[in-house]
């Protein structure tokens, strides 16, 4: 029997790597796309979503902290797209997980913060429609934080 060139075996096992973290890759690809996405929105109509958000929260202890929050959770949000876009790319260079890891963990302390805002505007089907998107990242974070040790 014939032995496998090395660069073909570093092939099929970066080929069978892949194959094994495809839902991890696939859940960083929409993560991505989402929060992109959102943050480039919260960035290019600032002044519409600062309209729609200061009265949201007008009626809240929130009111006087808007503009701060927009800012945060835009830079939350798009750390969190970037962080999971990069961290594919991470991936498919070095086989390591870890960046789409942090980036999972953006993603669900801005969905938190999210969460807060819209439990705090008594806005319950705004804050249930969240819900779905952090079990994502929570799946994510799991599914990629079993392969490293800190």
Do not use: C
């Amino acid at each position: 029997m014939k032995p496998i060139p090395l660069d073909t075996y570093t092939r099929i096992m970066s080929l069978d790597l892949i194959v094994k973290n495809l839902p991890a890759l696939f859940a960083a690809i929409l993560v991505a796309i989402l929060f992109i996405q959102s943050g480039l929105d919260k960035v290019f109509d600032w002044k519409g979503n600062l309209d729609w958000l200061t009265g949201h929260f007008s009626k809240t202890f929130l009111a006087p902290m808007v503009p701060m929050m927009l800012a945060t959770i835009t830079v939350m949000e798009l750390a969190t797209g970037v962080l999971t876009a990069v961290g594919i790319i991470y991936f498919l260079v070095a086989n390591s997980l870890f960046i789409i890891f942090i980036g999972s963990v953006f993603g669900a302390a801005s969905l938190t913060a999210l969460f807060f805002g819209q439990r705090v505007a008594k806005d319950y089907a705004g804050a249930a429609v969240l819900i779905p998107y952090f079990i994502l990242l929570v799946l994510l974070m799991y599914l990629t934080s079993r392969n490293f040790t800190l």
